[in-house]
């Protein structure tokens, strides 16, 4: 029986790769309309990757703030993700404009403190952009600046409360300079490492990644699970002569599975591997531009990233196969893969990131295999281990294959009736 499997297993895994130009033929088709999507997302959601940071020069007048203004700023969540600061004098500041080496010059003037403390709005720092005018970074920009004086407000207020207390209870004048000092460095720790403060929770629905890298992940799961629908006539219902042959020889509904399994994996494996020799192609010739686009700038990363993705091939080729089976026929499946493919897809935040779904489709895309697929292959790209999503990737592969080898068994039990 061990020969005859064996002998069974060469045969589909010899037609997995008979189809191999049809499968591929379909996947540069699903990767041509799925990179329309891409781009028609990425234009959608307002993001240029070729912009990159907005570079903001920072000219600080006024001596209060010199030593740590700039610290305050680069700690702000949104300021670190969109702008890129230095500090530097006015002439500088105003050449660098003019050269394009500054998307906006930002003038702290030397009363500015105290503008803030007056609320005088005559001496409030001023934002020389010409390409900024009118946008929604020029508004976040001074929303940052905003936020920063109700920030000096707020710790004056809090040091000179401490001093006046320190005062009232005998301090005299050297323990009150002590503790105004004191305060004033306790303030602007907190200030400057907010983030201990809080817990940060990413709420762009693309887990931190660009949407280039988040779209190129969910592609891949994309094109997987679609690339199914090239396995068709590698999965079509053998006759009922042959399967009752297969039976009297030992290979009854887990081995038959087993060997379909293994022919689909064989199909997948190879697009998926012809995909990484791709990437790492790119990499040798053009590192920079690689890095750019995927931040990763080691070939351990790439294969880091190469390894992370196996579960998701199994568990793609596990569903596939549930798929044909629950169908029993070629068109059926076919067409059911698509339309599953399309709602989990959808559901999930392959083709639109899950923050821009609807609540109600949001929630139980959550639970769905596409969305642990996607989350697992993004983790890979990020190269950081997501043992709980690898593990229920590989629970819910093994549970589509038992469904599976049920199914098939349940259909042989019901034919010979």
Known sequence: MGKLFRQFLSLE??????????????TVLLVTLFAAVALCGQKALGENEDRGAVKIALVMNDSYIENFGLDVLQSAGAASTVFRFSETDEADGMAGLKEGRYDGVMVFPPDFVDSVFSDNFAGAAKLYSPRLSNSLNQGLMVGIVEVGCSLIKVSSAYVQSGVAAAEH???DETDASRVQTDLENALADRVINRAESYVTEDASGTYGRTLFQYYFCAGLVMLLMLGGVACGTLLKGDSKALEDQLKMRGIGAPLLALA???SVLLLFFAFYATVFLILFFFWLRWPDTFDRYFAITKVGELGYWFLCGIPVLLLAAAIVLLVYT???NQI???????LITAIMGYA???IVPSAYLPKLVRGPGRFLPTATMLHVSVGGLSQSADVRGTLVVLAEALAAFLITVGLM?????????
């Open 409 to 417: 068994a349940w259909n042989r039990w019901r034919e010979q009736r």
């Open 169 to 171: 209870y005998g301090a």
């Open 332 to 338: 059926g499946g076919i067409i059911l893969l698509f």
């Open 260 to 262: 379909r399994y293994l």
């Open 348 to 350: 999930s935040g392959c």
């Open 13 to 26: 895994g010899k037609r997995a790769l008979k189809i191999v130009p049809q499968y591929y033929l379909g």
């Open 326 to 328: 629950f169908a029993a």
